[in-house]
């Protein structure tokens, strides 16, 4: 007697959303940290070298433009297959890459570059 056995279901296109979320997380957190040490070690100093950490964070906010957009493409490829839980998820994580491009932008302009105060003139 044979076993009965389901029919194999057909190989599933991946969508790579693992990969995705994987490395949005991976490079907010590289970003973050590399922030943190430059805020904590380095503030407040004259900064006339490029250091290790302004390499992460450059490569970090870097990546995050064509992570937006592959996070872009992947929210209307999920859509337009009706998976809306998917889609859901591939837009919450664009909107963060597009949130670390933007924010991070501006933190990476006040930490890294520094910002002049407000009332100072130039010459002074």
């Not at 996070?71 to 909107?95: D, V």
Request: aromatic share 12%; glycine share 12%; charged share 10%.
């Amino acid at each position: 007697m044979q076993a009965a056995s389901a029919p194999l279901q057909p190989a599933r296109r991946a969508d790579h959303l693992g990969w995705f979320v994987g490395l949005v997380v991976f490079s907010s957190l590289a970003f973050g940290l590399a922030l943190a040490y430059i805020v904590a070690f380095q503030w407040g100093h004259p900064h006339l070298v490029i250091t290790w950490a302004d390499n992460i964070i450059m490569g970090a906010c870097a990546l995050q433009g064509p992570l937006a957009f592959w996070g872009l493409i992947g929210t209307i490829h999920a859509a337009w297959h009706r998976r809306f839980g998917r889609a859901m998820l591939w837009l919450l994580f664009t909107a963060w890459a597009l949130l670390l491009l933007v924010g991070g932008s501006v933190a990476v302009g006040v930490a890294v570059i520094g910002a002049p105060y407000i009332d100072e003139r130039p010459g002074m």
